[in-house]
């Protein structure tokens, strides 16, 4: 038996007309760039595979490389419903999928007995109905949607563990999940789902084999500088090379979390609300903290590391300049 639940969503980003999905891998990299989503072809091309063949697409990369944008740029340039599923230790099926509103059962057969109602069968069929069932991210997405399919993203999920991955195997496998006291909630249409995960443990084969691959890496330089002046275009060129050139050779460094791209932006806008025109070891040291999230790592560049690094980056700038 399946049914198809319809009621309010939680935690939806709300559009009005979906778009069709893009024809090639040119296309789907223009799509993310309508968004300022600077693409490789190669995200491009296993993006657009996914979204032809109708598999979720795993992410795995470092924190900070872009891995939850990407599905939110899908969700603005497709103009779908957004539901984000964030993981983490001891996630559950009654966060991620549903649960009873117990307290508005209760209520109900209280009233239902004051009433003079007691047979019991008739109470239970009424208070596990639809109306007492709260809807989470899982359930919500395999629901019909008018604004057609939604972008289902399940959000660092090597945070949680691997009872969880076991039961997303349904879900991904035939995108479907059953509820008990109802039966099996069957997606007339799949969502588009990405996956995302930081890498922090081994996420099992079982639910990568149900999936599409690709590891999202640091940009190159070249890359990463269109990225800064796409989304801060406050930041003066000289300044805007600078400082990729300096997050480039801190990631060569030996640091327990190396920055990401949101690291970068963070810094790019934090050198720009101080007015700053070039960097200088003082004006690096003083910020480190946008752009590194650990003491350890900030104290390995403390005195004259940052200066070294510094001299470094700017004499590669003269010498490419040349």
């Known amino acids: 038996m399946f049914f198809a639940f319809a009621g309010p969503r939680i935690h939806v980003t709300q559009l009005i007309q979906s778009r069709p999905s893009p024809v090639s891998i040119d296309a789907t990299v223009a799509l993310l760039a309508e968004a300022e989503y600077l693409a490789d072809r190669s995200l491009g091309t296993v993006l657009y595979l996914a979204l032809k063949m109708g598999r979720p697409l795993f992410l795995e990369g470092e924190a900070g490389v872009g891995k939850t944008e990407i599905a939110k740029v899908l969700s603005t340039t497709l103009r779908r419903h957004l539901i984000r599923l964030q993981c983490y230790e001891g996630l559950d099926i009654s966060a991620a999928v549903y649960e009873w509103n117990y307290a508005a059962q209760m209520i109900a057969i209280r009233v239902a007995e004051a009433e003079g109602e007691h047979d019991r069968a008739r109470l239970e069929h009424d208070v596990f109905s639809e109306r007492f069932l709260?809807?989470?991210?899982?359930?919500?997405?395999?629901?019909?949607?008018?604004?057609?399919?939604?972008?289902?993203?399940?959000?660092?999920?090597?945070?949680?563990?691997?009872?969880?991955?076991?039961?997303?195997?349904?879900?991904?496998?035939?995108?479907?999940?059953?509820?008990?006291?109802?039966?099996?909630?069957?997606?007339?249409?799949?969502?588009?789902?990405?996956?995302?995960?930081?890498?922090?443990?081994?996420?099992?084969?079982?639910?990568?084999?149900?999936?599409?691959?690709?590891?999202?890496?640091?940009?190159?330089?070249?890359?990463?500088?269109?990225?800064?002046?796409?989304?801060?275009?406050?930041?003066?060129?000289?300044?805007?090379?600078?400082?990729?050139?300096?997050?480039?050779?801190?990631?060569?460094?030996?640091?327990?979390?190396?920055?990401?791209?949101?690291?970068?932006?963070?810094?790019?806008?934090?050198?720009?609300?101080?007015?700053?025109?070039?960097?200088?070891?003082?004006?690096?040291?003083?910020?480190?903290?946008?752009?590194?999230?650990?003491?350890?790592?900030?104290?390995?560049?403390?005195?004259?590391?940052?200066?070294?690094?510094?001299?470094?980056?700017?004499?590669?700038?003269?010498?490419?300049?040349?």
């Open 134 to 322: 709260i809807k989470r991210p899982l359930l919500q997405a395999l629901e019909p949607d008018t604004a057609g399919a939604p972008v289902l993203l399940i959000d660092e999920i090597d945070r949680t563990d691997e009872a969880f991955e076991a039961f997303l195997l349904e879900v991904l496998g035939d995108f479907q999940v059953t509820v008990p006291e109802l039966g099996t909630v069957k997606a007339a249409h799949p969502p588009i789902v990405i996956i995302t995960s930081n890498r922090t443990r081994e996420v099992h084969d079982a639910l990568k084999r149900r999936c599409l691959y690709h590891w999202v890496g640091y940009p190159s330089a070249e890359r990463e500088l269109a990225i800064v002046r796409t989304k801060v275009p406050g930041v003066g060129k000289n300044l805007s090379e600078q400082l990729v050139a300096f997050v480039q050779a801190l990631r060569k460094q030996d640091l327990f979390k190396s920055p990401g791209v949101a690291e970068t932006l963070d810094w790019a806008a934090a050198l720009s609300e101080l007015d700053v025109v070039a960097l200088d070891p003082a004006t690096v040291s003083d910020t480190l903290g946008v752009l590194l999230k650990y003491q350890d790592d900030i104290a390995r560049l403390e005195g004259s590391k940052v200066k070294e690094l510094l001299d470094e980056v700017k004499a590669e700038l003269r010498a490419a300049a040349e």
